[in-house]
């Protein structure tokens, strides 16, 4: 079946520091990928997506790029701020199906 | 408007008590879900409607029971639940796609966090 593999948190930074948290995956068909984020209390929100191998998702300075050789979707941020403290998932939807494989998700804490 | 909202906000009920999840949405979308959320884990689908009708119903106990009154509006009756039920239950929409050659992303309400005492 699908499955998303996420690293284990939580990733503890500095303010500014450079943020990677991985991402890979298992899927058949070809899957869009999703980065969610759930900022502490609320529900989550779609930070980026891509639909296709070499696509690079962006917002809010994080970036994903959508590697089908690695089956990868790596989510980086250059420069992190405390206000990005939250929970990260990982998630992929395959065409015919709209209900996502989720990621553990990634805890990351930001300290000033 | 991109909003999902769910009321109430915080919901404290007994194992006796009858009570119930809302959550409505104005974009149109025709795909809605219920999630259970446990602390610091991935949400887990529970139920999803496709043009108002049950589509996918996750093994979840009939002590939860939802409606779909209307293209914008997804409820979740809740009786005789257990401890183990509390959770944040979230609510979420998308385009929908079955069928298609497509995939969309889903837009979640911020969700009812419920205690069953």
């Known amino acids: 079946g699908d499955s998303v593999t996420q690293m284990e948190g939580p990733v503890t930074l500095s303010e500014e520091a450079f943020l990677t948290i991985n991402c890979t995956y298992t899927?058949?068909?070809?899957?869009?990928l999703f980065w969610y984020v759930q900022y502490p209390g609320e529900g989550l929100q779609l930070l980026l997506k891509?639909?296709?191998?070499?696509d690079k998702g962006s917002n809010k300075g994080f970036e994903a790029t959508y590697r089908k050789e690695t089956t990868s979707f790596h989510l980086e941020k250059g420069s992190v701020q405390v206000s990005d403290s939250a929970v990260y998932f990982c998630a992929l939807s395959v065409p015919g199906s709209y209900i996502p494989t989720f990621g553990r998700g990634t805890s990351l804490i930001v300290h000033p | 408007d991109t909003e999902v909202t769910q009321t109430p906000k915080h919901l404290v009920m007994g194992m006796t008590n009858k009570k119930s999840l809302k959550c409505e949405q104005h974009?149109?979308?025709?795909?809605m879900y219920w999630y259970k959320q446990k602390a610091k884990k991935p949400p887990e689908l529970m139920f999803v409607y496709s043009y108002e009708k049950l589509s996918i119903n996750e093994s979840v106990p009939s002590r939860f029971s939802p409606e779909c009154p209307n293209s914008s509006l997804l409820n979740l009756h809740l009786h005789a639940l257990q401890p183990e039920d509390s959770a944040l239950y979230l609510c979420?929409?998308?385009?929908?796609?079955?069928?298609?050659?497509?995939?969309?992303?889903?837009?979640f309400g911020p969700g009812t966090r419920l205690t069953v005492t």
């Open positions: 899927a058949t068909g070809y899957p869009s």
């Open positions: 979420a929409s998308s385009q929908e796609s079955l069928g298609q050659g497509q995939t969309y992303e889903q837009y």
């Open positions: 974009m149109g979308h025709r795909a």
């Open positions: 891509a639909t296709k191998a070499d």
